[in-house]
């Protein structure tokens, strides 16, 4: 199958929406320590901006969502690793996320990182789409409303493509239908990953 790329957001938009988030948390932390948390890949330029445009010092960390599956038809495993061992005790975490969709990963993240005694937890995403919410789970700082289809670029990818856009692109099939490819069950690993 043949897919084609339709520009959503400018890197003009992009770069405007990351300033007023930047503004909107150093309004919400005028002290104490920030810790952003990128969880990658898709995450990645986000980080990179958003550190960039907060004109307060931040900590930046990194978590990889690891998926896997047993066999065809079985639900999809995530687990979580911590790139780094960082402590967030007493910190804000602002937690960085390409698309919200179901919120049941960042259900069970949020859960594991109360563990580690934040002062606070809120969860910043590049898209949001509630409408395929399966938690009571809400993003606090939202770049873009929710969008059908599968969206690519400034860091989100499909099959390896399209995350050196600068821009976000919506992907279309040959016939200019918007491509959203299902999305299978999520199984979350019980156990916890230690950041120690």
């Known amino acids: 199958m043949t897919l084609n790329y339709e520009e959503r957001y400018s890197a003009a938009e992009i770069a405007r929406r990351i300033h007023d988030i930047a503004r909107r948390i150093e309004l919400d932390y005028p002290q104490g320590d920030i810790v952003l948390i990128a969880i990658l890949k898709g995450a990645a330029c986000f980080i990179a901006d958003l550190g960039r445009a907060m004109q307060r010092p931040v900590r930046m960390e990194y978590i990889d969502v690891i998926r896997s599956q047993s066999g065809p038809g079985e639900d999809e495993i995530v687990d979580f690793h911590f790139l780094t061992k ?3 005790a007493g910190a804000d975490l602002i937690v960085l996320k390409d698309v919200v969709r179901t919120g049941v990963i960042e259900s069970y993240l949020l859960d594991q990182l109360r563990e580690e005694r934040p002062r606070s937890i809120r969860f910043a995403c590049l898209v949001d789409r509630p ?3 399966k938690s009571s ?10 969008e059908q289809g ?15 856009f600068p821009f976000i692109a919506q992907v279309r099939t040959e016939t200019g239908d918007v ?3 299902p999305t299978g069950r999520i199984r979350i690993e019980p156990h916890k990953q230690s950041q120690t």
């Open 86 to 88: 960082f402590s967030v």
């Open 179 to 181: 491509f959203d490819p």
């Open 131 to 133: 409408q395929e919410r």
């Open 137 to 146: 789970f809400l993003a606090d700082y939202v770049l873009f409303p929710s």
């Open 150 to 164: 599968l969206l690519v670029g400034y860091g989100m990818e499909f099959q390896g493509a399209g995350g050196n």
